[in-house]
């Protein structure tokens, strides 16, 4: 007669349990590489970006006026609470007066040219690792530069270009 599903995991987590082997991997037991960080900077910058091209979007429609019309419908036929409009963009269309103004707020300030390049190159500098580390997996996925001497090299390569673009990028 066959085992049940529920003697088969009492077998697995007993055998599991004598040889003293963690539950599972665990972040702790790892030493942290460069791919292994670039891949987590490079989830980390795609949802950064997604949420920045929402904000940006609706700054605009709020600047033009036309955003009532438009978020209106657009909130009632969104599902899930995520896609609809990030907490950003939502602030945005909320703010009193329109984008030109705010901008004109910030010219208003004064501030040193080297806290307005800081400013933009913090920017520029995901837009800029993400699109050379997209590069990157593009060549991937064309199966080219999987050794491990390659891996390492082209990891050093994004960053030197992302530091070389974000800080040509910031200086126009």
């Known amino acids: 007669m066959a085992t049940t599903a529920k003697e088969e ?3 697995f987590w007993e055998k599991n349990t004598k040889s003293s082997r963690p539950l599972s ?3 702790s037991i790892y030493k942290w590489s460069l791919p292994m960080a670039m891949s987590i900077t490079h989830r980390g910058t795609g949802v950064a970006l997604s949420l920045g091209v929402c904000t940006s979007g609706c700054c605009g429609l709020q600047s033009c006026g036309c955003w009532r019309s438009f978020i209106s419908p657009c909130l009632s036929s969104c599902n899930s609470a995520f896609s609809r409009v990030s907490l950003f963009s939502l602030a945005a269309l ?3 007066e329109q984008f030109p103004h705010y901008v004109a707020v ?3 300030l004064s501030l040193s040219p080297a806290l307005i390049y800081s400013a ?3 920017l ?3 837009l800029s690792y993400h699109t050379w580390n997209g590069i990157r997996h593009l ?3 064309m199966g080219k530069g999987f050794k491990l001497s390659q891996v390492e090299q082209s990891g050093v390569v994004v960053l030197i270009l992302t530091l070389l673009s974000s800080a040509a ?3 126009m």
């Open 139 to 141: 060549v991937w996925d």
């Open 169 to 171: 990028i910031a200086a």
């Open 94 to 96: 909320l703010l009193p």
């Open 106 to 108: 910030v010219k208003s």
């Open 25 to 27: 991997p665990h972040i």
């Open 124 to 126: 520029v500098f995901p």
């Open 9 to 11: 995991m009492a077998r």
């Open 120 to 122: 933009k190159f913090a």
